[in-house]
């Protein structure tokens, strides 16, 4: 159940390559008066972007599986005298598609639409070869790395629909773009996440104001680069705060008719 009582320059900037986007500044109301959802909120990319769009003005719903995180970052983004944030506890693992549906209307109830969606929730899964992954773990994956995508997208399409300019962001994976030995289900979610962005921004391209596009972090200092790289050292990875360019402009107004775009962080 939604928490609303806990409740708110541009250069020449190249798609593809991300080129010019790390010098881009935002107004601080950039995002005033939009409402946004931010999956996997309650750590890493999520939670510093999630932040970052409260700063900017925008009120957030801050999705994630952890309560005490999600409460710890509503109280960081009130106390710092940004609009009010809405928490959504939810599990992306074993949500059902009803539990989508009344996501959809617990907003539509509280705010009447949805002006951003930003899909940054993923889990690893294991680095095993194909012919020994476990079923089970397979199936989780996909669940929470591109089923639930499909299912948050499709539940909110028709609050989306009701903002003058509304904007879906996926997150992307080097992964995702080339076939790795043994990076299994979160291989191939990624895989799908990126035809998944570009069926839904060519579907939507006319008639709506949804623009869709990805963003591939690369190399981020996140607990799921840990996991996937023990051994790292992290003193040569981009910080969370490093990508804040790239989720402000393809969030904001200064990304008008930019549609069904792979942006790669470069830092």
Known sequence: MINITRTHTKGSLSPETGEGMQTYTAPKDLLSERVILVTGASEGIGRTIAKTYAAHGATVILLARSIKK???????????????????????????????QELMQNIDTHFGRLDGLLHNAAILGSLTPIEHYN??????????????????????????????????????????????????????????????????????????????????????????????????????????????????????????GVRGKKFTVQV
């Not at 710890?72 to 992306?92: C, M, Q």
């Open 70 to 100: 999600l409460e710890t970052l509503y109280d960081e983004i009130e106390t710092a005298g940004f609009p009010k944030p809405a928490i959504y506890p939810f599990n992306l693992g074993g949500a059902t598609p009803h539990d989508y």
């Open 135 to 256: 079923i089970e773990q397979w199936y989780q994956v996909l669940q929470v790395n591109l089923n639930s995508p499909f299912l948050l997208t499709q539940a909110t399409l028709p609050l989306l629909k009701k903002s003058n300019d509304a904007s879906v962001i996926f997150t992307s994976a080097n992964e995702g773009l080339q076939g790795k030995a043994y990076w299994g289900a979160y291989g191939v979610s990624k895989f799908g996440i990126e035809g998944f962005m570009q069926i839904l921004a060519d579907e939507l391209e006319t008639n709506t104001n949804i623009r869709i596009n990805s963003i591939n972090p690369v190399k981020v200092r996140t607990q799921l680069r840990a996991s996937a790289y023990p051994a790292e050292n992290t003193k040569t990875l981009t910080l969370p705060q490093d990508l804040i360019p790239y989720y402000l402009y393809l969030m904001g107004p200064d990304a008008k």
